[in-house]
């Protein structure tokens, strides 16, 4: 079945760290997208990517980086710069059709700090 | 620029109550509309979507429609089951992202 994995489910960061949170699709979508969700803030965009080999900053980037090699894979570093990591990190991906086209979700990665 | 602004919750209902959950936007254009549920721990599905005023959109005895004239797009249902306990968002599609609202929880007891 197509759809999108993210990994791990749980994931734990020291203080100093940096950790990699994992997206792949199956769905040959072309763009692909990362939110934080915090209890009772609905979801926040972190960055996105229309193209292979192109992202851009979403509303709180700041903390974060990603990379777009190849079209299937967006993993996402919450760096050492992201002071206040815990969250639920969720992946999603959209194929072609302008606005019409609804996104579809990994189920995510809980990120919590040791 | 595009907002969306959802009814707080929890909204708490007994079986087989009527659901509504308010929603209503602000955005430039004619944006698509969505509304996502999410269930406990995982991430979230397409419930169901309009993509042009007065359409209305249903999934599985949920249903919501396009108002251009009140910028709305409440989510309503005839009756709920203990199986709709989740949390609802209301989401538009600006410029190359969609925009959410901050989720409306639904607790439904026997």
């Known amino acids: 079945d197509g759809g999108i994995t993210q990994s791990p489910k749980y994931l734990f960061r020291k203080e100093g760290q940096n950790v990699t949170l994992s997206c792949e699709q199956n769905?040959?979508?072309?763009?692909m997208y990362w939110y934080r969700q915090d209890p009772g803030q609905g979801l926040r965009l972190i960055y996105y990517s229309q193209i292979v080999n192109d992202f851009q900053k979403g509303d709180i980037a700041e903390g974060y980086s990603v990379s777009r090699e190849k079209k299937e894979s967006f993993p996402l570093t919450v760096t050492s710069a992201q002071k206040n990591p815990t969250a639920f990190y969720l992946c999603?991906?959209?194929?072609?059709?302008?606005?019409?086209?609804?996104?579809?979700f990994g189920d995510g990665t809980r990120l919590s700090i040791l | 620029g595009d907002s969306v602004t959802q009814m707080e919750g929890p909204v708490t209902l007994s079986e087989e109550a009527f659901l509504t959950i308010n929603c209503t936007y602000t955005?430039?254009?004619?944006?698509?509309l969505f509304w996502y549920v999410q269930y406990p721990g995982e991430g979230l599905q397409l419930l169901l979507k309009?993509?042009?005023?007065?359409d209305k959109g249903s999934n599985k005895g949920f249903e919501a429609t396009y108002r251009k004239e009140t910028t709305s797009f409440h989510l309503e249902k005839g009756s709920v089951q203990v199986s709709d306990s989740a949390v609802y968002f209301c989401?538009?599609?600006?410029?190359?992202?969609?925009?959410f609202g901050t989720g409306t929880r639904l607790l439904v007891s026997p």
């Open positions: 769905l040959n979508h072309d763009a």
């Open positions: 999603a991906s959209t194929g072609q059709g302008g606005g019409n086209q609804p996104q579809h």
């Open positions: 955005a430039t254009g004619y944006p698509s």
């Open positions: 309009a993509t042009k005023a007065d």
């Open positions: 989401a538009l599609k600006g410029f190359q992202k969609l925009v």
